[in-house]
């Protein structure tokens, strides 16, 4: 994680650097750093008193934009600007390559985990193959070293805090732990909610958000993520969605009526006709 702040930063500087000098290629492309963005800007850094040829530099699928990219190079690079633009590209190249190289580590070391991998992978959010290690990195692969789901989640620090006297609570705050995990589920649980395609997590942290705003909504989402990923490494079975809908039931054991059951159904995102 580091590193990748570590990047934006020097992304963030990089920038800095093209508006002022007046090179605005930011507003044409969407990323600097982008194949065509960058062979104009080594252009403009190799013969700054020439004039780049932007149509012979920028790839056929930008052609409609050259005329855009010609005006915004209009602006003077100076060379200390230019000198201080090669040491931030060579930070960043390096931050990338040393990224690369710890990626690599790391999924060398999760071999012995393959199995656990695919499990979490299938839980939504955790698609990509580094995020399951990063899971297992923090909480082990080993669901029966916790008592219950819960007792993880407390781990984590995803539990309110148990503050009372004589009856009456005085904070619903989340109690302190986690201090990598908790960030990292955070930033899971913010891409989840806005997907369509998880409606089961989608639904709920939007009827919380309502009484309870983003942050304790997004903490409460963290917390079914959690025990997404407890329930599929202790039981060793794919993530169901539709086992995570039934958690909201409280009393699993009374009868539903037809019409419960579609309000049920709809809530979570199903179409039923």
């Not at 080594?42 to 990219?69: A, C, F, T, W």
């Not at 005085?170 to 891409?191: D, H, M």
Request: proline residues 3%.
């Amino acid at each position: 994680m580091k590193l990748t702040q570590l990047q934006v930063s020097e992304k963030n500087r990089y920038q800095n650097c093209l508006t002022w000098s007046n090179l605005q290629i930011a507003s044409v492309v969407s990323d600097v750093f982008g194949k065509s963005a960058q062979a104009i800007i080594k252009s403009i850094l190799d013969k700054p008193e020439d004039k780049p040829n932007i149509e012979q530099l920028v790839h056929k699928r930008m052609k409609h934009k050259v005329q855009e990219l010609e005006n915004a190079t209009e602006g003077e690079l100076t060379p200390e600007q230019a000198e201080k633009i090669r040491v931030i590209k060579a930070h960043y190249d390096a931050l990338a390559i040393c990224k690369e190289d710890l990626e690599q580590m790391i999924r060398e070391l999760g071999r012995e985990y393959q199995e656990q991998v695919k499990l979490i992978q299938t839980v939504p959010g955790f698609k990509e193959e580094l995020s399951a290690l990063r899971i297992i990195s923090e909480i082990g692969a080993n669901m029966t070293v916790f008592d219950s789901a819960g007792k993880l989640c407390s781990w984590a620090g995803l539990v309110p805090a148990n503050n009372e006297s004589a009856g009456k609570k005085y904070s619903t705050r989340i109690s302190k732990g986690g201090r990598y995990l908790k960030p990292f589920l955070v930033q899971i649980a913010n891409a989840v909610v806005k997907s369509e395609k998880y409606p089961e997590f989608r639904n709920k942290y939007l009827k919380l958000k309502k009484r309870r705003r983003h942050r304790k909504a997004i903490i409460a989402i963290c917390r079914r993520l959690l025990v997404a990923i407890y329930q599929v490494l202790l039981k060793q079975e794919n993530y169901n969605p539709v086992l995570q809908g039934l958690t909201e039931i409280r009393n699993p054991d009374k009868t539903m009526s037809v019409k419960d059951a579609i309000r049920f159904a709809q809530q979570h995102g199903f179409n039923v006709s």
